[in-house]
Every structure is written in structure tokens, then in C-alpha cells.
């Protein structure tokens, strides 16, 4: 198991070194600067009429939600262009021969990676969500319901995609594992929108369609879900949106995303194990 | 099939890549203690069967024992050491902390790593850049301690891929003593490189593949006592005295004062030169002449090893 730990520690500082991660802290920064604006504005707006309690609530519960939104999208595509050539890149560099020839198993290499990003990328969702919560309660006072669950399930999306880029690093090279990912991003984005066009046009084919894309990546049900957790079922119902509870993914998918990513990581691990590197 | 005697043994190891084999079927046996030349063409399989020695590559067909034990089992790693071809680490490491992190990773507890890793960056000649980080290095110095991870953990097998190839003439001489001193403590070093000359003065034995199998086996070590040409330059050979060379010379050839001499063994040239004396001749120069390497490499493998 110690080899474990030290891949993990040295993956951790490795992946906290990546220009790319320190790119995507200062767009969530600016980000969050312009979501505190845009925030501000909303709110001197508001002061400026006769507004009931009720809708302004609605209202900024609605841009917490945009901003939270944009947190787990920005944190998803980091989660990708990071960790995108730790296998494929050191196969290809020849950096994993140093490693895999020392007494550690290859999936203690693997485990070790794996958790080395899981707690950066953990790090950075925590910072940038609680950086959005944190400017959305002192402009306008609102907070979301259930956050830790929110958070959580954004930062169990990202270890979806974080399987999916370690899955296809040990079969592909770095350019072509980033366009597999992303198109499976792709195609969980589009069955999330499937399934809430479905709660209004109620045809059956479309709700398949969708259900299908959300078990081929099951990612975007889960920042759906998050949504959920995070809103009153009310502001929830009241848009059509990626945050609207129209087709709210149940308990099952959860634990369908859970099974998913288990299996992913295991066919990762048999596949690097029995690979030529 | 395993045995004592040998670190490595192989009977008949196979690899391919779909249609195409990398190794045909290598047998080899590489004695323990000794310094081992892997020498082949491009494309001969050399890396690949390297490769499958340390577990990186799975094996098509044949078997492979190291230090006793199946290649590439975790418990094997723990007594082998690599060099790969072109040592690359993360580069905001310094060489302190690639090696402590190699020595950890070899199952080294930290009180061992304070004593062992200033000595093998001394060993090295890195002391003094100890504390800087492998970003600012030149190709020779991450050769130098990427030997250097691989000798952290004291391995009983050292494998090196071409270790000598990005250093000056002081980097290999270091190169050259470090690993005699490995085989000294009983190590044993299992050297590929296309430096012929390198080969040449350090190892002890040498193996020449082509196209995944051994064609030829030298002990270096013995060639001296192989059949040796000698070039004389002597004044007054008498004919007689030429014709008297025969008893210990397969061959020789006179051009002025110059003779060129084959003979059975270089232990003979004693008794030449006293028989060339008491005829009467003067002896000014008597030169043994080894067949390098080279040329034995370019006879074994062909004019043109088709790369």
C-alpha cells in the first residue's frame, strides 16, 4: 500500500504544478468577480422597485444557480485538460519506465495517480464553490439548500470524467483520449437536455435517448441532481434550464453513477496492468 | 532452469507486436557478477527484450528467470535498478528528491535515504548541484542521476539503456569506474549500447543479437588469449630468422621492416621477440593488434544490418 501513498503524493503535486490549474483558478476568479456584479447590479435593481420578497428570493436563488453552474462546468473541463497525458503522456515521454520498474504493483501506480488528482481536483471544486456560495450570501444573503450534497456531487462528476480520462490513457494517446472525453461530456450534456425537453414533450423516444446518454456518461445527471439538492423545489420548477427539477435524476442514477465509476476504474486497472509499456 | 550461477537466464523469449516480431526467441544465460554487453543492430529487438526483462512488456512466448524468480514480479523489481535510453522525471524535482522519492519508492525507510542519497549524488559528481532542480539540467547530468536512481536502492542487477550516450569523455570514464565498482561489490551489470568502444574496455562478456536472437557470444576477457595479430618494426630480419617465425606465427607478412605477424595467442609475443633478437635483429616497436569490437560487430551482424 505504500506505494499507493507515494504515487498519490507525488501525482498531488504534480497535477498542483499544472499551469492549466492555475489557468482555471484565475477564470474562476474572474468569473466569480463578474457573478458578484452581476449579482450587485441585480440587487441595486431590485431596491430600485416594489419587488415581493418572494420572487426576489426566486430571482437570486436563480444567479446562485448560474454561478454554481458555471463552477461545476469550469471544474469538469479543468478535471479533463489536467489530467489528460498522466498516462498517455509518461507512456509516450517514457517517464513511466522509471516508476514501473520499481517494486510497486501497476495498480498501486494507477490508485496512486488516481487519488493524487481526486484530492486536487476536490480542492479546487471545494475553493470555487465556496468562493461562489460565499459572494452570492454577502450580496444578496441567499444560500443554497443542502450545499455539502451539492458540492459532492459536483466533485463526484469530476471523478467521473477523471475515470474516464485514466480509462482512455491507457488505451490511446493524449489528443485523442481529450476528444473521447469531451465527446462523452458532450454526450451526457445532450441526454441531460434530453431528459428535461422529455418532461415536457412526454415522448417516450426522446426520454429513451436521453436516459441512454446518461448511462453511457453519467456525469450530467449528477450536477442535475446536485441542482436539485441545492434549490427550493420550487425555484427548481420554475425554469427550463440545466438546473430545472423537470426530470430530476432519482437515488438509482446516483448509485448508477457510483456502479460507473467503480467499473470504469476496474477495466482502467486490468488494462494498464496487462499493457506493453 | 534457474539457477545460482546465472542473474538472467532466458530460453526462447518471444515477443510480437501483431504480425511483427520483436524478438524471435532469445536464449541467453548472463553469470552473476559480471558486466554484460547486449549488443546489436537497430531494430535487433535489443529494447524489447530489455523491456520484457523488467516486466515492462509482456512476453509473446519463452520464459525469462531473473535473480532466480520469474521476470517481472514485484519481488524481482525490489533487486534490479534501470537506466532507461532517455531518463525523463518530473522536472521541479530536485536530485535529492528524485532520489529520495526512487529510494522510497524501492522500499527504503527515510533514515537509510539521509545516509545513501548524498553518497550516490557524490558517486555521480553532483554534490554540488545537489539542491537544483532537473529543469535546469543538461542531458548529461539527468544521465548522471538518472544512474543514479537506478543505483540508489543497491540492486543486485543493474540494467542500463545506453548510459554513456549524452555524456563528455570525464562523464564515461565515471560511468566506466561506477560500474566496475557495482560488479565489484557483486553486482552484476547488463549494459546495452551502440558505444562499441565503451563495451569494449568495460565489460567482461558480450552478447550480439539480430533480428531477436543471439548469433554470437564473446568473453572479452579471454580475446587476449585468442588468436592476435602483432606488428613488429625491426631492422636486420634474416631470412632464416623470418622463416623460424612459423613455429609460433600462422601467418607472416614482411614489408621492409616492418612484419606483420599472426599468432595463436598474445602470451607467444615473449618468445617471438627473443627469437628475433638472438637471430640478430634489432626491435624497435612490437604492437598487438586486437580486432576491435567494431570490426567483430560488423563481421557478426554483416556489411549492412538492413536498419
Not at chain 1, 490549474?21 to 474562476?28: E, I, K, N, S, V
Not at chain 2, 548510459?163 to 563528455?168: F, I, Q
Request: hydrophobic residues 45%; proline residues 4%.
Amino acid at each position: 500500500m505504500n506505494g499507493l501513498w507515494i504515487m498519490a503524493g507525488i501525482t498531488f503535486r504534480e497535477a498542483a504544478r499544472r499551469r492549466i490549474l492555475w489557468t482555471a483558478l484565475l477564470c474562476g476568479a474572474i468569473l466569480l468577480a463578474i457573478f458578484a456584479i452581476a449579482l450587485r447590479l441585480q440587487v441595486d435593481e431590485f431596491q430600485s422597485r416594489p419587488m415581493s420578497p418572494f420572487v426576489r428570493y426566486q430571482v437570486e436563488s436563480g444567479m446562485l444557480m448560474i454561478g454554481l453552474y458555471t463552477c461545476d462546468l469550469l471544474a469538469v473541463v479543468m478535471t479533463i485538460l489536467t489530467s489528460i497525458d498522466t498516462i498517455a503522456g509518461e507512456i509516450s515521454s517514457g517517464t513511466i519506465h522509471a516508476i514501473a520498474t520499481k517494486p510497486i504493483a501497476r495498480w498501486q501506480i494507477l490508485g496512486g495517480k488516481y487519488l493524487g488528482f481526486a484530492a486536487m481536483v476536490s480542492i479546487y471544486v471545494l475553493l470555487t464553490f465556496s468562493g461562489t456560495v460565499a459572494v452570492a450570501y454577502a450580496v444578496t444573503g441567499v444560500l443554497p439548500e443542502h450545499p455539502m450534497v451539492g458540492a459532492a456531487l459536483i466533485i463526484f462528476e469530476c471523478l467521473i470524467a477523471l475515470a474516464l480520462t485514466f480509462l482512455f490513457g491507457t488505451w490511446f494517446s493524449t489528443l485523442t483520449n481529450g476528444v473521447i472525453v469531451l465527446g462523452l461530456q458532450g454526450a451526457a450534456f445532450m441526454g441531460g437536455w434530453l431528459e428535461q425537453v422529455s418532461g415536457f414533450s412526454q415522448s417516450a423516444q426522446i426520454v429513451t435517448l436521453g436516459v441512454w446518454s446518461s448511462l453511457l456518461m453519467p456525469g450530467e445527471s449528477l450536477w442535475r441532481r446536485a441542482a436539485y439538492e441545492m434549490q427550493t423545489p420550487l425555484a427548481g420548477s420554475l425554469s427550463f434550464s440545466p438546473f430545472a427539477n423537470v426530470s430530476i435524476p432519482s437515488g438509482t442514477a446516483v448509485a448508477y453513477a457510483a456502479a460507473y465509476l467503480a467499473v470504469v476504474l476496474a477495466i482502467a486497472t486490468y488494462h494498464f496492468n496487462r499493457r506493453d509499456l | 532452469m534457474a539457477s545460482d550461477q546465472f542473474a538472467i537466464e532466458t530460453r526462447g523469449l518471444r515477443k510480437e507486436f501483431g504480425r511483427t516480431v520483436a524478438v524471435k526467441g532469445l536464449s541467453l544465460q548472463v553469470p552473476r557478477g559480471e558486466i554484460f554487453g547486449f549488443l546489436g543492430p537497430n531494430g535487433a529487438g535489443k529494447s524489447t527484450s530489455i523491456k520484457m526483462l523488467l516486466g515492462l512488456v509482456r512476453p509473446t512466448g519463452g520464459d525469462a528467470i531473473v535473480l532466480g524468480a520469474p521476470a517481472g514480479t514485484v519481488d524481482t523489481r525490489r533487486r534490479i535498478g534501470f537506466l532507461p535510453e532517455d531518463f525523463r522525471f518530473y522536472d521541479w524535482l530536485t536530485a535529492s528528491e528524485l532520489l529520495a522519492l526512487h529510494g522510497r519508492l524501492c522500499g527504503m525507510e527515510h533514515a537509510a535515504l539521509r545516509r545513501r542519497v548524498p553518497e550516490v549524488i557524490e558517486m555521480v559528481g553532483l554534490t554540488p548541484h545537489a539542491d537544483r532542480r532537473l529543469r535546469g539540467f543538461s542531458k548529461g547530468m539527468l544521465q548522471r542521476i538518472g544512474l543514479a536512481q537506478a543505483l540508489v536502492h543497491e540492486p543486485d542487477i543493474v540494467f542500463l539503456d545506453e548510459p554513456t550516450s549524452g555524456l563528455d569523455p570525464i562523464g564515461r570514464r565515471m560511468v566506466r569506474d561506477i560500474l566496475r565498482a557495482q560488479r565489484d561489490r557483486g553486482a552484476t551489470v547488463f549494459l546495452n549500447s551502440h558505444l562499441l568502444g565503451e563495451i569494449e574496455i568495460t565489460c567482461d562478456r558480450v552478447v550480439f543479437i539480430k533480428e531477436g536472437e543471439v548469433v554470437a557470444a564473446e568473453d572479452l576477457r579471454n580475446r587476449s588469449r585468442d588468436e592476435t595479430r602483432v606488428l613488429v618494426a625491426a631492422h636486420n630480419v634474416s631470412p632464416s630468422a623470418l622463416a623460424g617465425l612459423e613455429r609460433w606465427c600462422t601467418a607472416v607478412v614482411a614489408d621492409g621492416d616492418q612484419l606483420s605477424l599472426t599468432t595463436r595467442s598474445k602470451e607467444l609475443v615473449p618468445e617471438i621477440v627473443r627469437h628475433l633478437v638472438s637471430s640478430g635483429a634489432e626491435v624497435y616497436e612490437v604492437v598487438p593488434q586486437r580486432e576491435p569490437l567494431e570490426e567483430l560487430f560488423v563481421r557478426i551482424m554483416g556489411k549492412d544490418p538492413g536498419l
